[in-house]
């Protein structure tokens, strides 16, 4: 997978970019997310996209036979999965709804359930990638490791509590700090039961729930959703912000870039070097002109003069707008959001980040990458496309800035390590169930 952000190469699942602090971005559509596919939410900027489901089948997941000696709890079972058959029946159906709500596992003040611990095990499976995993067979008649009579089911759960461990270390370090969760994911939050459950009608579905539970199982619900992913954004935020604000000193960036030098020549859009040049972060609103008239070859649309003025004028209006207000980059963001007419940065309110030489029209460009180039700089810029109204954020040298973000990645990730150390987790394994999901 590659980060949307900064576009470093990343293995896939990772859910916080080790190279510019950011949460990652799903695969199919803009926005951040753990290990997030088209199955899931997708919280993109300004937007909430909401449970894109692509039924390809049902895989069905049944009782397996005796496996090899066990040598911990999670083999306490041979499988954990209730068949959707079992749960089809009235007795089987009231059996499951009370395991739902038994704690598997607990830490310090938080407990998990296993309505809650759905979420976290199809959130690994669908995430996962193993060439020795087949998808299409039930995953506990699989080995994982077959020296320990480990299967893919077991080696999931375990994920899982792993995955669950860390949010909750995340969140109680988040609230701590009295961390406020970014307005615009908040928002997010307001309406997303209101998306879900136009997104579920949309889909044939008689409710957020029931379109959940064909991908999640029976056991989800909307209420555990939210707050699985209010969780997970809450201390992912935090301590994405956090690793930002970490000390790196001259020597730290300089190990960092001879330690990786090979890796950053490949790993990006562009190849990072110590003459490759900056990385600049921009706003901007385009206005494009309206009329015109097509060339003969029907490829090009060509504008008058007074279409252009035109244009121009309706960017400078909206540029005077700005600078009657505060004239912060909050404010030019909620006017790119309401007026831009650039599809790729329109919801993230016009802004374009780790841009590099070579990435943008020319005049553009030349605009960001002057050398007299200052936060907070704005100014009209005419291409191709229409007029852009510009804000310059913050440019750095490309090496500079990526072996920064990449020894703050490091630290962050030895303070994570420490938290999960400190963090005794308690599991019972009698007492998880799952239920049957497709995939």
Known sequence: MQCKNCHAALEDGTAVCPNCGEPTQPVAEEGIGKKLLIWKIVMASLTVIVLLVVLIGAVRYGTTGSILPKKNDIYCKDSYTVSDEKLNTSAGSKSFEKDMDKVIATMGSHS?????????????VRGSSYADMDSSQPLDQQYQDPDTGKTWEQFFIEEALKAWQQDMLLLEQAESAGFRMPEKYAAQFETLEADMAKMASENGYTSADAMLQKSMGKGCTFQAYR???????????????????????????????????????TSYEMEITKDSGKLVDVRHILIMPEGGTKSEDGKTTIYSDAEWEACREKAQKILD???????????????????????????????????????????????????????????????????????????????????????????????????????????????????????
């Open 321 to 439: 707008q700005w600078l009657a207000g505060e004239k912060t980059e909050e404010s030019f963001s909620a006017l790119a959001t309401a007026n831009s007419e650039d599809p790729g940065s329109k919801s993230s309110g016009g802004l374009y980040t780790y841009v590099y030489k070579g990435q943008m029209v020319q005049e553009f460009e030349d605009w960001c990458f002057d050398d007299s180039r200052q936060t907070g700089d704005y100014g009209l810029v005419k291409t191709s496309y229409g007029y852009h109204i510009m804000y310059y954020v913050f440019g750095e040298e490309g090496w500079i800035r990526i072996c920064r973000n990449g020894v703050q990645s490091e630290k962050a990730q030895t303070m994570l390590d420490e938290l999960i150390a400190a963090g005794v987790m308690k599991v019972n394994y009698k007492n998880i169930v799952l239920a049957e999901a497709d995939l």
């Open 112 to 124: 998990l359930t296993n309505r809650q611990f759905q979420l976290y095990y199809w959130q690994e």
């Open 227 to 265: 707050e699985y992913m209010w969780n997970f954004y809450y201390g992912a935020l935090y301590w994405s912000d956090r690793m930002k604000t970490l000390e790196v000193s001259d020597a730290e960036l300089e190990n960092y870039f001879l330690r990786y030098e090979s890796t950053l020549k």
